[in-house]
């Protein structure tokens, strides 16, 4: 059975930090590609970041560059995403996704970060 499960929202104040993590079991975690998506109220799904299978390519959303962080860790099946000098415009759910391929697309339930004073 295939599970991502995130962790690590909460509520931070602006200028804050917050490491998102996401822990994959179900599949070879280390043959996918795995994204970090957000989606705020009223807003479509944006992509966050991505890194490569291997961890050694990484891109990121152009509001986020310079502030996030995406890593991974393939020997504990997980990726994060570290996330600094937040913003309030960053608060949304964070959603953590594995790219196999069209046919091979998880998700996890999602992480809610609140961004407020």
């Known amino acids: 059975q295939v599970r991502l499960v995130e962790s690590g929202g909460g509520l931070v104040q602006p200028g804050g930090s917050l490491r998102l993590s996401c822990v994959a079991s179900?599949?070879?975690?280390?043959?996918?590609?795995m994204n970090w998506y957000r989606q705020a109220p009223g807003k479509e799904r944006e992509l966050v970041a991505s890194?490569?299978?291997?961890?050694?390519?990484?891109n990121y959303g152009g509001s986020v560059k310079g502030r996030f962080t995406i890593s991974r860790d393939n020997a504990k099946d997980s990726v994060y995403l570290q996330m600094n000098t937040l913003k309030p415009e960053d608060a949304a759910v964070y959603y953590c996704?594995?790219?196999?391929?069209?046919?091979?697309?998880?998700w996890g339930q999602g992480t809610v970060v609140t961004v407020s004073a």
């Open positions: 890194i490569s299978s291997g961890g050694g390519s990484t």
């Open positions: 179900g599949f070879t975690f280390s043959n996918y590609y």
């Open positions: 996704n594995a790219d196999g391929g069209p046919q091979f697309q998880y």
